[in-house]
T-cell receptor
């Protein structure tokens, strides 16, 4: 149980194009999903919190017009990197919290990540 | 920033030895979690320790938490080559909090 998938796993694109990354919770529903970015040999940095049916909450320094997030259903959130540039090349990881989660725990289930390379 | 620091940044040991990784954080926490990440892959949740707990075990894993020192350690006993991965601690600051703040990670290499 508690499986999160991401698609695609790897994408290479030309500078200026837009790239959409999907994050799906396969066997549970998630009102909240999270998007992280990870540079090589570095830690994960939270980019935004994606809320089903409402606007995403972006962390300080993350451009919301650059990284468009849509959480259209309880099992799907998408991150679109608009007009990608080489500096956007990174490993993008999503995570999700089970809608049934209660109590003080904040366990998140992580997807396998998407490696974006912008040429 | 709540982001934690981990040490060592890299650790290389022989199979069968124990591996200890440390995590320090800056502000008060609700829970602290340890995750494992294989190269180029997603994160796998290993263990969660609550702020009112001091020690927790899960298989070959032993986690300690010292809130007075704002630090935690992860001990992997009898290491195996398959334990080779990066290990991250992550904290949240209140019940139901959305944000997880990740440490800088320790890259563990277990030599067969």
């Amino acid at each position: 149980g508690a499986v999160v998938s991401q698609h695609p796993s790897r994408v290479i694109c030309k500078s200026g194009t837009s790239v959409k990354i999907e994050c799906r919770s396969l066997d549970f529903q998630a009102t909240t999903m999270f998007w992280y970015r990870q540079f090589p040999k570095k830690s994960l940095m939270l980019m935004a919190t994606s809320n089903e049916g409402s606007k995403a909450t972006y962390e300080q320094g993350v451009e919301k017009d650059k990284f468009l997030i849509n959480h259209a259903s309880l099992t799907l959130s998408t991150l679109t990197v608009t007009s990608a540039h080489p500096e956007d090349s990174s490993f993008y990881i999503c995570s999700a919290r089970d809608i049934r989660a209660s109590g003080p725990y904040n366990e998140q289930f992580f997807g396998p990540g998407t490696r974006l390379t912008v040429l | 920033s709540q982001q934690g620091e981990e040490d060592p940044q890299a650790l290389s040991i022989q199979e069968g030895e124990n591996a200890t990784m440390n995590c320090s954080y800056k502000t008060s926490i609700n829970n602290l979690q340890w995750y494992r990440q294989n190269s180029g892959r997603g994160l796998v949740h290993l263990i969660l320790i609550r702020s009112n707990e001091r020690e927790k075990h899960s298989g070959r894993l032993r986690v300690t938490l010292d809130t007075s020192k704002k630090s935690s350690s992860l001990l992997i006993t009898a290491s195996r080559a398959a334990d080779t991965a990066s290990y991250f601690c992550a904290t949240d600051d209140r019940p139901g909090a959305n944000n997880l703040f990740f440490g800088t990670g320790t890259r563990l290499t277990v030599i067969p």
